[in-house]
């Protein structure tokens, strides 16, 4: 199994420094990783594209867990990017809770922490001018465009136009939602984050769904359940495809932004041995097995 090429462990000694200092460099010129971390890196970053886009729609809370505690590159990476920083007092909140202009909510950030700066817009558009989801056939699009930029040179970005992969596939944008006599359904469109250090591209993730994934119960934390679909993740920098089929993925805790059971199988690009990643029982717990390898587990800290 060759899962893994130059993204390297110290991400997870430095992730702070990584933006600010010289630490960066070095881990952007190490050379190996363990094979799991960037299996978990592709699938938790399936988990907080799905669920990110259900709570900006819900107007669910923003995660404020502990950074110090993340697993994986990807876990690391989400507690970065903009929506964890937008829950600060000089931010704006969500797009869901801004008024509606004709059929589209948005919200423009512009504010800091410490010494990283938020900057960029996030946009709901609905096919209702009332910005309603209230009828089956209704539906609304999330698009994204915003960095994070520290003050040494590192800058993170999340985008849902011109996104590319490794293979040279353009598509996008964003993440569409459709109100459904049985829930909703959710397409993905076409999502990418970057990281970038001195002009140096060191981590890239880009998504989209090949199946439409199907909602029940509602976009609530305390009730969603992903049943179905299937969406895949370009790991542009490693270079490898990973395609991943949910399976009653559920949501049961308006305090918990990650689900609680369910499961997503998993096929990779670049070899022919399976994952399966199995979620619970307790908030952000993940068991991921790849092929004959032990079992990787962990507590995912953050989401989009």
């Known amino acids: 199994m060759t899962i893994r090429k130059k993204i390297a462990p110290l991400f997870l000694v430095c992730f702070v420094a990584l933006m600010f200092s010289n630490c960066g460099k070095k881990a952007a010129d190490a050379d190996s990783t363990d094979d799991a971390d960037s ?18 729609e819900s107007g669910g809370g923003f995660s404020m867990n502990s950074r110090s505690k993340a697993t994986s590159v990807a876990e690391w990476m989400q507690s970065l990017l903009s929506p964890v920083i937008a829950w600060a007092a000089d931010c704006s909140g969500r797009a869901k809770s801004q008024s509606c202009t004709a ?24 096919s209702d001018a009332g910005c309603a989801m209230s ?22 970005k999340n985008k849902s136009t011109g996104v590319t992969d490794f293979q040279g596939n353009s598509y996008g944008a964003g993440v569409k939602m459709t109100k459904t006599a049985a829930g909703l359904d959710m397409d993905i469109l076409g999502v ?69 059971s369910g499961s997503m199988t998993i096929a990779y690009s670049n070899t022919s041995d ?10 952000g717990a993940y068991s ?10 962990g507590t995912m800290t953050e989401c989009e």
Request: glycine letters at 12%; charged letters at 15%; aromatic letters at 6%.
């Open 274 to 283: 399976a994952g399966t990643m199995t979620f619970g029982p307790g908030c």
């Open 39 to 56: 299996s978990v890196d592709v699938s938790t970053s399936a988990v907080t594209a799905v669920g990110g886009a259900m709570d900006e």
């Open 288 to 297: 991921l097995v790849v092929g004959s390898a032990a079992a990787k587990t």
């Open 135 to 156: 009828t089956n056939g209704y539906n609304v699009t999330r698009t994204v465009d915003t960095a994070i930029t520290g003050r040494r040179g590192g800058s993170i």
């Open 103 to 126: 059929g589209v909510r948005s919200v423009t950030y512009s504010c800091s922490i410490g010494a990283a700066s938020l900057s960029g817009t996030v946009a709901l558009t609905y």
């Open 192 to 260: 990418e984050k970057i990281l970038t250090k001195d002009s140096k591209t060191v981590f890239d993730i880009s998504k989209k769904s090949t199946s439409t994934l199907k909602i029940t119960g509602g976009l609530d934390r305390a009730s969603r359940t992903i049943a179905s679909g299937t969406l895949e993740i370009y790991h542009n920098v490693a270079k490898f495809k990973a395609t991943h089929t949910f399976s009653n993925v559920k949501w049961t805790s308006a305090g918990c932004c990650y689900p609680t």
